[in-house]
């Protein structure tokens, strides 16, 4: 990595950390992922509950908050004329909007390790049993993968759209309506990025949601994210700011 | 005089809901996904086919709840003020432009929720009673006060959003919850399902009535909160 690459980088990870709604919703995130790893775990979900089980199941539910981390990260750039101060310190666009993807991605990364690991070490109080450390650390690697890049086809798709409310109630219906909806009875939802994802973070999934291997799941989630970052770039770069 | 206040204090707002392409996103929301699902489901036998859709199709009316509240305090890419200061300088008297808002958000909450129930029923040959139909259409309307008065307390639309549509889910967190403590049948959107769902795996039994009334309650004390914040707070 140039010098330069590192304070492009270095300038946009200051503005995320600095940014109260990151930090809140990181937080929320955390103990929302945590409340929920109890209630599966005291449940029981069908098929008998392992930690893993239980730990893993929030994720479904707490990918909510790495949506809104997403879609925050970027329009916050929209309010308050912030964008303009940006593009005045790095003029370059195409740099501005990757530094601020890698920059978001190094953020949700951290914060999806610390979320998964906490909800599994919940779940193994509840549940009174103990994860294998292989397939803990596989189930943390996987969930972890899946919300980074969720994180960023968020954060894409609010650069496209460049409002809050209307990315982020797009995103949250296809990913809690439309998107199990269609996963239920067609056949082209094996594609979609929620579905395709699913055995990343829950390898005990059947059906459709079970239909890719984690690998090949991951392949398919990760062409959404380069198709949506390569749309948001070219947006960004010809619109004006 | 009161009355004519009001009554332009209510047309005013019905022309700012109109006026936001998010209200009519929403709109599309609410028709499209549910009837969508009953194109898809068209076979369904179900005594519930064509209500089950519409209990997801109600994320239209959570939209647009929101949105009624958020856009008045936050609108990105706009630098100079918020609405909100606007919309008292117009409508000075601060209960009397919540109760027009309410107003207006039950009357298009009401004729999107008709319209939707209708094509989807239609849509799904559901022959159901109207008593169903008018229980649904009442779910739509309290779910968008129920999202108005959460963001009138927040002033952001994003928690209320995700927690919400988040609920609104094939498997809902409040349903979750209910496996947990009988007491989450109380949820209002767990009670208010009660209205035109007739098949719930819910360890409680609640008549229509009773549950529309349970819902009902919820709304009324968080647009009670409501009303109390914002009738004190700076605009």
Redesign the interface.
């Known amino acids: 990595m140039s010098h330069d690459t590192r304070r492009w980088i270095h300038a946009e990870t200051t503005k995320l950390w600095s940014l109260p709604?990151t930090h809140l919703t990181a937080l929320g995130t955390l103990v929302a992922s945590a409340m929920?790893a109890i209630?599966?775990g005291?449940?029981?979900r069908p098929g008998g509950t392992t930690v893993l089980d239980a730990g893993l199941a929030p994720v479904g539910?707490t990918q909510?908050g790495f949506?809104?981390l997403g879609v925050?990260a970027v329009?916050s750039e929209?309010?308050?004329?912030q964008l303009r101060t940006t593009l005045t310190a790095m003029p370059r666009r195409t740099t501005q909007h990757l530094a601020k993807l890698v920059s978001l991605a190094q953020f949700a990364l951290l914060a999806a390790v610390i979320t998964v690991l906490a909800s599994i070490v919940v779940a193994g109080v509840v549940v009174g049993d103990q994860a294998s450390l292989t397939e803990a650390l596989r189930g943390i690697g996987g969930a972890a993968g899946y919300l980074t890049l969720t994180t960023l086809l968020s954060a894409a798709v609010a650069a496209i759209v460049?409002?809050?409310?209307?990315a982020?109630?797009g995103l949250?219906?296809h990913y809690?309506?439309?998107g199990?909806?269609l996963r239920?009875?067609?056949d082209f939802a094996t594609y979609l990025p929620d579905t395709a994802g699913y055995r990343m973070w829950f390898p005990g999934a059947t059906g459709r949601l079970g239909a890719l291997s984690p690998l090949t799941g991951a392949a398919v989630v990760l062409a959404w994210v380069v198709l949506a970052v390569a749309v948001s770039t070219t947006a960004f770069r010809r619109r004006d700011a | 005089m009161r009355a004519v206040r009001a009554l332009s204090a209510y047309r005013g707002e019905l022309s700012k809901l109109a006026s936001l392409?998010?209200v009519w996103?929403?709109c599309l929301?609410g028709v499209v996904?549910p009837a969508g699902?009953a194109i898809?489901?068209a076979r369904s036998t179900s005594v519930d086919a064509g209500f089950q859709e519409l209990a997801?199709g109600v994320?239209g009316v959570i939209?647009l709840g929101?949105?009624a509240a958020?856009s008045e305090y936050?609108?990105?890419?706009e630098?100079n003020g918020r609405q909100i200061t606007t919309s008292l300088t117009v409508v000075p008297s601060r209960t009397r432009f919540l109760l027009a808002k309410i107003a207006a958000v039950t009357t298009v909450a009401t004729a999107l929720a008709v319209v939707a129930a209708v094509i989807t029923l239609l849509l799904i040959g559901q022959a159901a009673g109207l008593s169903r139909m008018f229980g649904a259409v009442v779910y739509w309307v309290l779910t968008a006060l129920l999202a108005f008065g959460m963001t009138l307390l927040t002033r952001n639309?994003?928690i209320p959003?995700?927690l919400l549509?988040?609920n609104?889910?094939?498997v809902t967190?409040t349903f979750?919850?209910a496996?947990?403590t009988t007491l989450a049948v109380y949820f209002p959107d767990m009670a208010g399902i009660r209205m035109f769902i007739t098949e719930v795996d819910l360890p409680v039994r609640l008549s229509p009535v009773a549950g529309g009334a349970v819902m009902a309650a919820w709304v009324v004390a968080l647009l009670v909160a409501g009303f109390a914040t914002f009738r004190r707070r700076d605009a």
Do not use: H, W
């Not at chain 2, 936050?74 to 890419?77: E, N, P, R, S, W």
């Open positions: 709604a929920l209630a599966f005291a449940a029981g539910y909510v949506i809104i925050v329009t929209y309010s308050g004329g460049r409002r809050t409310i209307p982020l109630a949250l219906v809690f309506i439309a199990p909806l239920d009875r067609t | 392409p998010s996103a929403a929301v996904v699902v898809i489901n997801f994320v939209v929101v949105v958020s936050f609108v990105d890419g630098d639309g994003i959003l995700a549509i988040l609104t889910s094939v967190v979750l919850l496996k947990i």
